[in-house]
């Protein structure tokens, strides 16, 4: 563990260590190399650890998907097969309740409830990062979605699922198969984007899916700390990259007051 070896570790990581083999991105390089630098100074070697270079990197915001795109890609699937009716749903899950693909995998039936007898939709209840619950609602087609691919579960009973079934599960496993075998794997929801032969390579990731929601809801003025608490966010710094590419969008500050002000001299009027 020297400031030599890390250095040389990095510029192989610049030159391969992306995918397929291709250069990692700044931001990658930043973190491996920020958690080697709090290794060193652990183990006592503060003064090479003052030799790594960090490369510097401003996050910019996550590219995400347009309306048309996700229309698109909800279309892809081929509802007719077992196959299509769980990546429909397992895609507008990911596009219309911001979930991560970690969260995706690992919902079970009991994640699926109303939070109250008279509640208009139902909601899912996700743990995600740091073991917190969140409540995320499901829109109407969504359900919608979800009750067609329930329907022929392969897990299904009489009775429907148990609370503990996997909710999203591998289309070809066999209804007497081990649960543990029954979980979707990681990369089911990329297999899924890959199927919507218009999106482009970069945005067949389940990430994308998260910016759309996050950015839809920004579009429709939801406020930020309602689409932190949704999105599972530690800090609402986290929650405005992802909203970034809408701060040049919409009426300016000074046509919001104008319009503003017109509104109030319509009242004292009337």
């Known amino acids: 563990m020297t400031a ?45 650890a003052a030799a790594v270079r960090v490369p510097s990197h401003r996050l910019g915001p996550p590219e995400t998907l347009t309306v048309v795109q996700y229309g ?12 299509g009716k769980r990546d429909h749903a397992l895609l507008r899950l990911l596009g219309d309740c911001g979930l991560r ?9 009991r994640a699926i ?7 208009t939709h139902h909601h899912l209840f996700v743990r995600g990062k740091g073991d ?3 409540e995320i609602p499901i829109p109407a087609a969504t359900f919608a979605a979800l009750e067609t691919w329930l329907c022929v579960h392969p897990q299904r009973g009489g009775g429907g699922l148990r609370d503990d079934d996997m909710l999203l599960c591998l289309s070809r496993a066999r209804e007497t198969a081990r649960r543990r ?23 067949a990731h389940p990430h994308a899916l998260r910016g759309y929601y996050a950015t839809t809801l920004a579009g429709e003025r939801v406020p930020i ?13 986290t929650t405005a990259r992802y909203l970034a590419e809408l701060a040049g969008q919409g009426e300016g ?10 509104e109030q001299n319509r009242e004292r009027q009337v």
């Open 4 to 48: 030599d070896a890390i250095a040389a570790y990095s510029r192989e990581q610049e030159r391969h260590g992306g995918r397929g083999g291709g250069p990692a991105s700044p931001a990658t390089r930043r973190v491996h190399l920020t958690m080697l630098r709090a290794l060193l100074t652990q183990l006592g070697l503060e003064k090479d």
């Open 72 to 83: 698109n890609l909800i279309r892809a699937p081929d509802k007719r097969t077992l196959a």
């Open 101 to 109: 693909n970690a969260e995706l995998r690992a919902l079970a039936a």
């Open 113 to 119: 409830r109303r939070p109250r007898a008279n509640a």
């Open 132 to 134: 917190v619950e969140r």
């Open 181 to 203: 075998d029954l979980a979707a794997g990681p990369g089911e929801a990329r297999a899924s984007l890959r199927g919507c032969r218009r999106l482009p390579e970069r945005l």
């Open 225 to 237: 700390q309602q689409i932190k608490a949704r999105l599972g966010h530690a800090s609402i710094e």
């Open 253 to 262: 500050v000074g046509d919001v007051l104008d319009r503003h002000h017109q």
